[in-house]
């Protein structure tokens, strides 16, 4: 994809610290990290987003992903994987990543509020995840 800055990284068009490369897959680190050492993980292939991704290819994404976790784990106190989804998500880079965050004792950071079930609106929803499973 030409306009796609993630597709710029690997041909090398615009510059990034590489952590990890191979026929497949890249990793690199986040210009603007949640904490020191944010990576992420793409396949070199352009897809948008997880739906789109080919078995074969996201799972050679994952093993090289838990290589970096791996790796950031041993400078860090935990990690965090995310990996965004379309705009509603906050997914503002349309080339499929995972993100790879590096956390610390005390690093100001928090848990995601959760939200409380009220009624049957749990097994309502279960109920058309299920449904909706392909
Ligand atoms: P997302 O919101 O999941 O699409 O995340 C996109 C991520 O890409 C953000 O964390 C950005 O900081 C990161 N990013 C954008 N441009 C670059 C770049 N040129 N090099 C490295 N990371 C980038
Ligand atoms: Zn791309």
């Not at 860090?76 to 906050?90: C, E, M, P, T």
Request: with cysteine.
């Amino acid at each position: 994809m030409s306009d796609c800055i993630f597709c710029k990284i690997i041909s090398k068009e615009i510059p990034a610290e590489i952590i990890y490369e191979d026929d497949n897959t890249l990793a690199f680190l986040d210009i603007n990290p949640i904490n020191v050492g944010h990576t992420l993980v793409i396949p070199k292939a352009h897809h948008e987003n997880i739906f789109d991704m080919p078995e074969d290819i996201l799972s050679k994404a994952v093993l090289v992903l838990r290589k970096v976790a791996k790796s950031l784990d041993k400078i860090s106190d935990g990690i965090n994987i995310g990996q965004n989804n379309r705009l509603a998500a906050n997914q503002l880079v349309n080339h499929f990543h995972f993100h790879v965050i590096p956390r610390f004792e005390n690093d100001g950071l928090k848990h995601w509020p959760g939200k409380i079930y009220n009624e049957s609106e749990g097994k309502s929803v279960a109920e058309k995840i299920r449904e909706n499973l392909e």
